[in-house]
Each structure stands twice: as structure tokens, then as C-alpha cells.
């Protein structure tokens, strides 16, 4: 008898576990994929980026702009909450210093419509980053390892250096 009570509790269980497959299966159908997180470019930036920042900094990658702006407002707020930065410098006590976005070939699409997205993408970025005092970087697709080393010692001493725009003319510096 216990034996019967044992063997309907498992088939139930069993039962129970296929029904649960089956649902989940048919709500997230079809299943996610992995994907990586950067493309070569951006793998590349990001450890030239890495091999500036002094020790206890760190580069993030991805960062929703959600995650270190905050607005009063829900409305303006939610207009950068669902943006990522392509990478954020942070310094040893957790404060964001920089953004540096990367404007790739496909940044801006291959179509009109897609390059007015990512215009007016940019243009919300840059103008909630300036609000909240925080420096914006954009890289072109071709830039040479000194123009980031002289970017992250901007980053590590904004009084002590001025970033000077003529000398990393690739670079845009917004602030």
C-alpha cells in the first residue's frame, strides 16, 4: 500500500512537471538564445578603456541610463530608463565620471527612419547626461589607443587637464 501511495505521488509529480514544461514552453515560445554582449569594436574599446582606468575604477558595459540618472519626473525619467550606454566609467567610490558611446558603422542604421532614431536617441542621452553633470564621449568607429588614454586621464583629473577637442579631433566631447 505504501508502496501505491509512493508511485501515485511520483506519476503525479511527473505529470505535473511535463504540464509545467509544456505551459512554459508555449508562453515563451520561441526560447531565448545567448547572444554576446559586445560586438569586435566594442570588445575592443572596451579593453582599451579597461587598460586606462586606474586600479579600482571600472568600465561597465551596458549600463541602463536608468541605472545612474534619476528624475522627479516618471515622463522624463522613463524617457532614458530603457537606453543603455554603450560603456560607463566609474570611479573607486561608485560614482559615474564619464559615459563613452560608441558610434559605430551601424550606429545610425542604413535606412532614414533608423537614423532618425538613433539622432533622436543621441539627443535625449546628451541632454539628460548634461543635466546631470555627467561627461559624454563619442567615439567614432576608427580611433587611435592614445585619444583613450588621453580620454580616461580627462576622466581621472577633469581640473588638472583640459581635454582639448583639437588635439582628439575624432572624439566628441559633450559637457
Not at 560608441?102 to 550606429?107: A, F, L
Not at 559624454?136 to 577637442?165: G, H, M, Y
Amino acid at each position: 500500500m505504501t508502496a501505491d501511495i509512493l508511485f501515485l505521488l511520483f506519476a503525479c509529480f511527473v505529470i505535473s512537471g511535463f504540464c509545467l514544461r509544456y505551459r512554459r514552453k508555449k508562453v515563451f515560445a520561441p526560447d531565448f538564445t545567448r547572444r554576446k554582449l559586445m560586438n569586435k569594436p566594442e570588445a575592443v574599446l572596451y579593453r582599451y578603456l579597461l587598460a586606462e582606468v586606474p586600479h579600482g575604477w571600472a568600465v561597465m558595459s551596458q549600463v541602463s541610463y536608468g541605472a545612474f540618472l534619476a528624475n522627479k519626473s516618471f515622463n522624463r525619467y522613463m524617457s532614458v530608463n530603457s537606453k543603455r550606454a554603450d560603456f560607463v566609467v566609474v570611479n573607486g567610490s561608485n560614482e559615474v565620471v564619464g559615459v563613452v558611446e560608441y558610434q559605430g558603422k551601424g550606429h545610425y542604421g542604413f535606412k532614414d527612419k533608423g537614423r532618425q532614431r538613433a539622432e533622436r536617441s543621441d539627443a535625449i542621452k546628451r541632454q539628460a547626461l548634461c543635466e546631470a553633470g555627467i561627461e559624454l564621449f563619442e567615439i567614432p568607429a576608427r580611433i587611435e589607443k592614445e585619444e583613450i588614454r588621453t580620454l580616461v586621464s580627462f576622466l581621472v583629473n577633469p581640473t588638472d587637464e583640459k581635454f582639448d577637442v583639437a588635439k582628439n579631433s575624432s572624439v566628441e566631447w559633450r559637457h
